[in-house]
């Protein structure tokens, strides 16, 4: 089954709901060229069954179908049990009277047929292209949207910061996505929680190599990240198999590079209140996983890259630049660069991380080769998908 990128979809709780899945050019050529059939319907056939496993979690599978798909042709035989608990946003047109049938079996079959700019009768949801628009008049096309259909769930795309993005969900979408790495204009003297200041001091021992007693002493001297670390060593999540009830204990069982995990997901916990807080936590920890698997191809140390990962939204989740954000870790040079700027080998996984969630595969296959190529890159993303939806319940649980 061929893998596909994927753009997050945040819900009104800020949390990760699902993914849209883009057509790729591939497959846009064929429609355009009015390719055989056979040729798009085993096109069509991949991207369901690539979709249709994120579905099948629990999670919002998005298609933006083109016009030249109306629904009698998605439900011929050969697809019609492909889309099963598929979201379809399907242009106006798929609405008129001559493809009710089509729409009819598509619903049948599981799938959600949903419409295109503006609400229309029997769609289960209206999707919103929000590309090159001001945050305004996609939140007043939100808002229209709601008012005329208020059963119809609003999903909006394109968005073009992380504020548009929390202003779209607060003006009534249920789904929103769009370029959440970019914040419009972060406060330069803007301060660090002093939360996050015990979590970065241990960090930074770690980092220059202080010894593992000297750790548990320094978290010791401080209850809530004790209890913290004591609730995470004995979490099925590690399956350490034994009672955990003393932090040297835990501090050493874990070892190393298990504790500075665990520290970066404080650091992230201990951020302020933004709304898509919990999705942003997520994303970062499946680019952290997703580096931490492409490690061998570039020959980069796995903490390293896990690192890199996780702090690749931090600049967002504070929010200030990111050279402010990340000046109290102390960090090597080169993952300070990359953070800071995109550059040098490291810089080039985050540019890599950033087109596969735009959708953009072009990009993404460009940048695949010195990672194993595009289809291994996929498999990686896939799998760091998947464990971070695990993890993340377990690393910030709801309060």
């Known amino acids: 089954m061929p893998l596909l990128p994927r753009r997050p979809l945040i819900d009104r709780e800020g949390r990760l709901a699902g993914f849209e899945f883009p057509l790729p050019e591939v497959m846009l050529r064929r429609i355009d060229q009015r390719a055989a059939d056979t040729v798009l319907m085993a096109h069509l056939g991949a991207l369901a069954a690539a979709a249709r496993s994120t579905a099948d979690s629990g999670r919002v599978a998005l298609i933006v179908v083109p016009p030249a798909l109306p629904p009698l042709r998605l439900a011929t035989p050969a697809l019609h049990p492909s889309w099963r608990g598929l979201w379809l946003a399907l242009d106006a047109e798929a609405f008129a009277e001559a493809q009710q049938p089509g729409l009819a079996a598509l619903a049948a079959a599981g799938a959600r047929p949903g419409a295109r700019r503006v609400p229309q009768r029997g769609a289960a949801f209206v999707h919103i292209d929000a590309a090159g628009q001001p945050p305004d008049v996609a939140c007043a096309a939100v808002e229209a ?37 970019r914040q419009r204009s972060p406060s330069a ?11 970065t ?14 750790i548990a002493a320094e978290l010791r001297a401080d209850v809530s990240l004790s209890y913290e670390l004591l609730r995470h060593a004995n979490s099925p999540l590690l399956g350490l ?9 835990a501090v050493m069982l874990l070892g190393r590079d298990a504790l500075y995990r665990w520290l970066c997901a404080r650091l992230l916990a201990a951020l302020p209140g933004r709304t898509t807080a919990r999705a942003l936590q997520e994303i970062a920890l499946a680019r952290a996983l997703l580096f931490e698997r492409l490690a061998p ?28 954000a990340v000046a109290p870790l102390n960090l090597p040079a080169p993952a300070r660069e990359a953070l800071v700027g995109h550059a040098g080998a490291l810089g080039a996984l985050l540019k890599l991380a950033i087109a596969l969630e735009r959708g953009d595969a072009a990009a993404a296959a460009a940048l695949a080769p010195t990672y194993g190529g595009l289809a291994a890159v996929l498999a990686a993303q896939d799998a760091a998908w998947l464990e971070a939806r695990q993890c993340a319940a377990e690393l910030w649980p709801a309060r």
């Open 145 to 181: 949207c709601c008012r005329v259909a208020p059963r119809q769930a609003v999903v909006v795309g394109g968005l073009a910061d992380v504020e548009a993005v929390e202003a779209a969900l607060a003006a009534g979408a249920a789904l929103a996505a769009g370029h959440y790495e």
């Open 189 to 199: 003297a803007a301060a660090l929680p002093p939360a996050i200041a015990p979590v």
């Open 201 to 214: 001091r241990l960090l930074q021992l770690l980092l220059h190599g202080a010894e593992l007693p000297a």
């Open 241 to 249: 198999g034994r009672q955990i009830d003393a932090t040297d204990q």
């Open 297 to 324: 191809a570039c020959g980069q140390p796995p903490t390293t890259l896990y690192t890199l990962g996780m702090l690749s939204l931090l600049d967002v989740m504070v929010p200030m630049p990111m050279a402010d």
